[in-house]
C-alpha cells in the first residue's frame, strides 16, 4: 500500500498505484474518479459547482464541472492513460438542505453538479461505470490506484466500494 494523497475542495490530483487519492466533504460537491485499469492511473476531481462560464475571472478550474473535468481528464493523458482505456466513478451530488420552495428546489446546486459532470464526461467520451450520489447525506471518498475501487464513507453507514 503506497500513501494517500489528499485531494482538497476544488482541487484535482493524479497518481499511480501503489498510491491512493481521498477527498473529504463531498456534500453537493461531486468527487470524479478517473481510472487507466491498464496503466494504473488514477485521478480524483473535487468540483463544487457545475459551470465556469457563469463566474467572471475564474481562475480555480478544479472548482468547475467543467474545467475540472477537462483538467483532470488532460493530466491523465500527460501521465501516459489512453482516453479508450479510461472509466469514470462519480460520488456525491447530495441535497444537503430542504428547501421549501419550488423555486428554491429548482436550484439544488447538488443535482446540477451531478448533471454536469455526466454531461462533461459523456462529451469526453469516458464511460461512468458506477456512482453513489445523491441522497441527504455528506461523503468521504477513497480512490485506490491499484485496483479502481472506489470507497465511499458516510457518517452512520457502512463504506460501500463502488
Known sequence: MGQTIKVGMAD????????????????????????????????????????????????????????????????????????YRMVAKIAGGAKMFELKSAAASSINIGDRNVQASKAMLKKLGIPIIAEDTGLNYGRTVILDGETGDYIIRAVGKEPKTI
Open 12 to 83: 484535482l490530483n493524479i497518481c499511480r498505484a501503489p498510491d491512493s487519492l481521498t477527498t473529504i466533504g463531498l456534500g453537493s460537491c461531486v468527487g470524479i474518479a478517473l481510472y487507466d485499469p491498464a496503466l494504473k492511473v488514477a485521478g480524483l476531481a473535487h468540483i463544487m459547482l457545475p459551470d465556469s462560464t457563469q463566474i467572471k475571472n475564474n481562475s480555480v478550474i478544479a472548482k468547475f464541472a467543467d474545467t475540472g473535468i477537462l483538467k483532470l481528464y488532460n493530466d491523465m493523458v500527460k501521465a501516459g492513460s489512453n482516453k
